[in-house]
């Protein structure tokens, strides 16, 4: 009598809606890696200055806003130079924007590769956030060099203890955008237009959040738009860690925290409900 074949891997169609199989992606931990090493290398390639562009763009971004929220609109800095104060601001909201924007399109782009093998599909956005961190690390050097220079020429900068958070602060807006990025990336397998209405909506909250002002610049009847944005606290505390100003509270961390998991827990849900039947929709 010939023996019942013995399954290394048994692929089910459904799970429960709150499962994270963190042991499976950790089994293909491997693809991980080879996804983030590819949306680093697509990111610039064939173009002439290449990984530069990380450096490049901040700067350019910079100079702008100096320019026009500082010396034109002549927007308070708390009196720390504006140059370091926009790269604190853009560092912090550079990754949460791009990391948001990219997970949005997980379902949309990579739609063929769904329907050909069979891997856990969380590893895709995952992959984005992780990628991102490579852009984040060389942006966040760039603001040490431009904040050492300050530091260094006797300006109003003060870096304290509160800049060993930055673990924490970068968990956050990961957990952030990609609870949000999963989100939108599963109702947009049937409702496009979110694509176009999340890119605007991306730009406009940067100015509901205190990127190119301080949140003590807010007039008190507009702040609780800025408390209730739970970019602010990471953002300023970001800010009183490496310069020393911002409205730092550890209130407001937990409240990010907590936005942050509850994302987390519905981006859960509603990705694992698409993953079953996305392919009819997509």
Same mark, same amino acid.
């Given at each position: 009598m010939a023996e019942e074949p013995q399954w290394t891997r048994v692929l089910a169609p459904r799970r429960s809606l709150l499962s994270l199989p963190l042991a499976e992606m950790w089994a293909y931990r491997d693809l991980l890696l080879l996804l983030? %090493? %590819?949306?680093?290398?697509?990111?610039?390639?064939q173009t002439i200055l290449g990984p530069l562009w990380f450096v490049i763009q901040p700067i350019l971004t910079m =100079?702008?806003?100096? /320019?026009?929220?500082?010396n034109i609109a002549g927007i308070s800095t708390d009196g720390v130079?504006?140059?370091?104060? #926009?790269?604190?601001?853009?560092?912090?909201?550079? #990754?949460? !924007?791009?990391?948001?924007?990219?997970?949005s399109?997980?379902?949309? +782009?990579?739609?063929? =590769?769904?329907?050909? /093998? #069979?891997?856990? %599909?969380? *590893?895709?956005p995952l992959s984005i956030v992780v990628s991102n961190m490579i852009k984040f690390g060389v942006q966040f050097v760039l603001f040490l060099v431009f904040a050492g220079y300050f530091w260094f020429s006797g300006a109003k900068v003060a870096p304290n203890l509160v800049a060993l958070t930055l673990p924490f602060l970068v968990l956050l807006l990961a957990m952030l955008s990609l609870g949000a990025g999963m989100i939108v990336s599963s109702l947009t397998t049937k409702y496009r237009d979110l694509r176009f209405l999340l890119t605007f909506a991306v730009q406009l909250f940067m100015y509901a959040t205190p990127v190119i002002y301080p949140a003590s610049a807010?007039?008190?009847? #507009? %702040? *609780? +738009? *800025?408390q209730i944005n739970p970019l602010s606290p990471i953002i300023e505390t970001f800010r009183y860690g490496f310069l020393g100003q911002g409205n730092h509270s550890w209130f407001g961390l937990l409240y990010? +925290?907590?936005? !942050?998991? /509850?994302?987390?827990? /519905?981006a859960l849900v509603i990705f694992n409900q698409v993953e079953n039947d996305f392919m009819d929709t997509v």
């Open positions: 983030v %090493r %590819r949306d680093f290398v697509a990111m610039y390639t =100079i702008v806003f100096t /320019v026009v929220f500082g130079p504006g140059p370091v104060f #926009y790269l604190a601001g853009l560092t912090c909201w550079t #990754y949460f !924007a791009d990391s948001l924007t990219k997970t399109e997980t379902f949309t +782009l990579n739609a063929s =590769i769904f329907g050909k /093998v #069979y891997f856990p %599909r969380a *590893i895709m807010v007039p008190e009847k #507009y %702040r *609780i +738009l *800025i990010s +925290l907590g936005v !942050a998991v /509850v994302l987390m827990i /519905v």
